[in-house]
């Protein structure tokens, strides 16, 4: 991973020579107060979207949760997730711990935070035969030859099949995450068909960010773009991958013609809105779920502080 970052960032300060950050600056101030608003709850849907992995599997593996209670730990495990990413283990161990919390056997909560950590890239998976069907890997730098751009998405979307054989097979599924339960194939497509919705409401929000920005791209052409780059985000293993997708996505989106500040301002929008926003809400719908009392002491200094005027001014 540190290497793929490196190149990647290397790559794109290669590609983006003279890049003016006040002109960032500006693209970003013209943005109306109303559109960041809207594009604001665009994102929040599309997270909110990530809750049906966790309803259809808690129905299929009989987990009697309160639907209030799992969404609201689909939620934190979701928004955290995005942010910290690291493959899906982000959110997995968190599904992990608030299922524990509510008693529900090791190895119950295990098959279910494992089967959600397996469906969400598939969705990606499956949108690669699409990007490679509109020939959009031509936007890729020229110091990458095309066959190793079409290689690297070919493996991904290689995927696709191996999550079916693993939801069809209990044997397989057993070995892979001891599960005593077999998906089946109408179970594998639904969870394919939620992992694609996933994605192509992060592709809409993102392209939403990028017009409020002033960029003017064909919507299959920003498609193609953003799968290539998350699935060299997915493969990179870095928190959310930060670095590797955004300086992906940046360098294709200024060879399809759109201006580096221009793209830079609808994906820092993106990130915020996206990203930053939906995990501050699942902090806030997170705290206290898996902490612990503080000993009497620690109790009493924070007290003290909770009251102290500078305390108050920071808050």
């Not at 599997?57 to 969404?71: E, M, V």
């Not at 294709?252 to 820092?268: D, K, Q």
């Amino acid at each position: 991973p540190p290497l793929l970052a490196a190149a990647t960032v290397l790559i794109a300060w290669i590609e983006l020579d003279g890049f003016d950050f006040r002109t960032l600056h500006e693209t970003v101030r013209r943005i109306p107060l109303a559109m960041l608003f809207a594009l604001q709850l665009m994102a929040l849907l599309a997270v909110l979207e990530m809750t049906f992995y966790d309803w259809w599997l808690a129905r299929r593996l009989k987990l009697n949760l309160p639907a209030r209670r799992l969404a609201r730990y689909s939620w934190v495990a979701n928004s955290m997730n995005n942010l910290v990413g690291l493959s899906g283990l982000a959110g997995s161990g968190i599904r992990l711990l608030l299922l524990a919390r509510d008693g529900v056997p090791t190895r119950t909560a295990t098959l279910y935070s494992g089967v959600i950590m397996l469906s969400v890239p598939v969705g990606l998976a499956a949108l690669v035969p699409l990007a490679l069907a509109l020939g959009q890997a031509s936007l890729a730098p020229g110091m990458l030859p095309s066959w190793a751009v079409r290689a690297v998405l070919i493996g991904y979307a290689a995927y696709l099949p191996v999550f079916l054989i693993l939801a069809t097979s209990r044997r397989v599924l057993h070995r892979v995450l001891s599960g005593d339960v077999r998906l089946g194939l109408d179970g594998g497509l639904i969870l394919v068909g939620i992992s694609v919705l996933d994605w192509l409401l992060a592709v809409a929000v993102a392209w939403g960010c990028l017009v409020a920005a002033g960029a003017q791209i064909a919507p299959l052409t920003f498609l193609a773009a953003f799968v290539f780059a998350a699935t060299l985000g997915v493969l990179s293993l870095i928190p959310g991958g930060i670095g590797v997708f955004d300086a992906s996505l940046l360098v294709l989106l200024t060879r399809a013609g759109v201006p580096a500040e221009t793209a830079a301002a609808g994906l820092l929008i993106f990130r915020f809105v996206y990203y930053l926003v939906p995990w501050l809400i699942g902090l806030y719908l997170g705290s206290g779920l898996v902490s612990r009392a503080a000993p009497p002491l620690l109790t009493r200094v924070a007290r003290h502080w909770q009251d102290h005027p500078l305390l108050g001014l920071l808050r």
